[in-house]
C-alpha cells in the first residue's frame, strides 16, 4: 500500500527521508482534498491526511484512482514548486481542467 505522502514526494521529486517540506506539503495535499471533496470525489464527510501513515486505499475514489493522484501531484505542484515557464504553468492549468 502506498503512503499518500510519499507518493506525492516522489512526485515532486523529493526523497522519501527528506521531511523539511512535509508540512507545507501535507497542507497544500489536504487542500486538494477539500477541492475534491466539493467537486463530489472521495468520502462525502471529507478526507485529510497527518502524515505518511494514510494510504491512497483510505481515500474512497470509486475506480478513479490514478486520475486524482495525477490531479493531486499537479495541485500541489503548482502551489509549492509552481515553474517559472509560464507556458508550463498553462499547460498543467489546462490538464487539471480536464480532469476536474
Given at each position: 500500500?502506498?503512503?499518500?505522502?510519499?507518493?506525492?514526494?516522489?512526485?515532486?521529486?523529493?526523497?522519501?527521508?527528506?521531511?523539511?517540506?512535509?508540512?507545507?506539503?501535507?497542507?497544500?495535499?489536504?487542500?486538494?482534498?477539500?477541492?475534491?471533496?466539493?467537486?463530489?470525489?472521495?468520502?462525502?464527510?471529507?478526507?485529510?491526511?497527518?502524515?505518511?501513515?494514510?494510504?491512497?486505499?483510505?481515500?474512497?475514489?470509486?475506480?478513479q484512482?490514478?486520475?486524482?493522484?495525477?490531479?493531486?501531484y499537479?495541485?500541489?505542484?503548482?502551489?509549492?514548486?509552481?515553474?517559472?515557464?509560464?507556458?508550463?504553468?498553462?499547460?498543467?492549468?489546462?490538464?487539471?481542467?480536464?480532469?476536474?
Amino acid at each position: 500500500m502506498e503512503s499518500i505522502l510519499t507518493t506525492v514526494k516522489k512526485m515532486l521529486g523529493i526523497e522519501d527521508d527528506y521531511t523539511h517540506f512535509d508540512t507545507d506539503i501535507i497542507i497544500h495535499i489536504n487542500t486538494i482534498f477539500t477541492i475534491l471533496n466539493q467537486l463530489g470525489v472521495g468520502p462525502s464527510e471529507g478526507f485529510s491526511i497527518t502524515d505518511k501513515t494514510s494510504k491512497w486505499v483510505d481515500f474512497d475514489t470509486k475506480g478513479q484512482m490514478e486520475s486524482i493522484k495525477t490531479y493531486i501531484y499537479l495541485r500541489v505542484r503548482l502551489l509549492f514548486d509552481p515553474p517559472s515557464n509560464s507556458f508550463l504553468v498553462e499547460a498543467i492549468k489546462n490538464q487539471i481542467q480536464e480532469l476536474e
